[in-house]
């Protein structure tokens, strides 16, 4: 229509090999129901298990999130291939029966994919090798910020309270578990046990007892190199959702939304069964109630992390606010996106909805690709 400008197109991708495939589909499928149409043409990506680029129906109900069948990309022998060189946005198709077609050109690449080879800077530096605009940090703020190991050592050096851990690779507990244990009795208990690069606490473990020391680092291993073991803080949980600014911003500063709040009620702490399998064991509470200058404190070191990771676009900041005030967790350089995650929950709170929100992170993409 004259006058109207023209549909960008988006490229969602989703799936992916980690352990996380499930919730970055029903993230996907969130996304397809709400994105404005109006403004954009979507071509869905879903990567199977086995890492193959395929092209996937524009139906959200078919990755709806479901406890008893969670959504998964199944493989229907399309093989999507990205542009040949900078010069070119078009997006090619190669169907079951080998034949090549053209999807046409896309303008920005929404990657809503969890955990090692999607949030890990991976698929972000396959963009950038082609030109393509893409929603969320590039590839040094994305691998910063899926280690959680070298993510503490780069907020420590920043000035960042986090929580005391140490890292142990297998390696480490082959060639001497008593000094590692040593190392571990430092921390006190409980502790907790995780992946270094893994989300949506796949592979977290509370340790109560050092009994159970080694099991956990099993555990953690199975799913990276590299497991934390981390102190227990003692606090409120509060998570953060910060976007990047707009261009021309009077205030050039992330933006950071208004605290939530997650109160367990049937499980010992927030893990992947609490997040996505079980809706009654934790509450997130949004926004939280924290008094004025804990807020300020909460949204300083939000903004502080972001920049010091190198983050663009979006990120999650959880916290534990402690007496003697927040200690952060960790950094989610792309969060839990379903419309009952915490992260567009923070923002609809804080006066942006769930669509406007795949807006703004769309025209956040769209400006630093320009």
């Known amino acids: 229509m004259e006058g109207q400008a023209a549909r960008r197109r988006v490229a969602v ?13 029903a ?21 199977t298990r086995e890492g193959a680029f395929t092209l ?3 139906d959200p109900e078919r990755l709806r999130m479901d406890p008893d069948a969670m959504p998964v990309v199944v493989d229907n022998g399309t093989r999507v291939l990205w542009p040949q060189s900078a010069a ?8 079951p029966d080998g034949a090549v077609r053209e999807l046409g050109e896309v303008d920005v ?8 080879w999607g949030e890990d800077g991976t698929i972000q530096g396959l963009f950038e090798l082609v030109g393509l605009p893409y929603v969320g940090s590039g590839v040094l703020g994305s691998a910063l910020g899926m280690d959680k190991h070298v993510a503490k050592v780069v907020l420590q050096g920043a000035g960042v309270p986090v929580a ?26 409980p502790v907790f046990v995780k992946p270094a690069r893994a989300g949506s606490s796949v592979g977290v473990t509370k340790v109560a007892s050092w009994d159970g020391l080694e099991a956990a680092l099993r555990i953690a291993w199975a799913e990276d190199r590299t497991a934390l073991v981390e102190a227990a803080i003692e606090g409120r949980e509060l998570e953060c959702g910060v976007l990047g600014a707009r261009a021309g911003a009077a205030d050039p500063a992330p933006r950071v939304s208004l605290p939530g709040e997650i109160v367990m009620r049937t499980r010992e702490f927030y893990d992947y069964a609490a997040k996505y399998l079980d809706p009654d064991a934790a509450e997130l509470i949004c926004p939280a109630e924290v008094a004025p200058e804990q807020l300020r404190e909460l949204q300083r070191l ?4 972001f920049e010091s990771i190198g983050c663009r676009g979006l990120a999650r900041v959880d916290f534990f606010l402690t007496g003697s005030g927040p200690v952060v967790n960790e950094i989610n350089t792309m969060p839990g996106f379903t419309p009952i995650s915490m992260f ?16 703004e992170l769309l025209d956040l993409a769209l400006e630093a690709g320009a």
């Open 13 to 25: 991708v989703f799936g992916g090999r980690s352990s996380e495939h499930e919730i970055s589909c």
């Open 27 to 47: 993230t996907a499928g969130g996304v397809l129901a709400a994105i404005d149409r109006e403004r954009f043409d979507v071509v869905p990506i879903g990567i």
């Open 56 to 58: 996937q129906p524009d």
């Open 88 to 95: 070119t946005r078009l997006l090619r198709v190669i169907d």
């Open 109 to 116: 690449a929404f990657p809503i994919l969890h955990g090692p």
């Open 164 to 189: 005391p851990w140490i890292a142990v690779a297998e390696r480490d507990w082959s060639a001497d578990a008593p000094r590692v244990r040593t190392a571990a009795a430092g921390l006190g208990l």
């Open 302 to 305: 939000a903004a502080r992390v």
């Open 344 to 359: 567009p929950k923070c923002w609809a709170a804080s006066g942006i909805g769930y669509r406007e929100l795949i807006s």
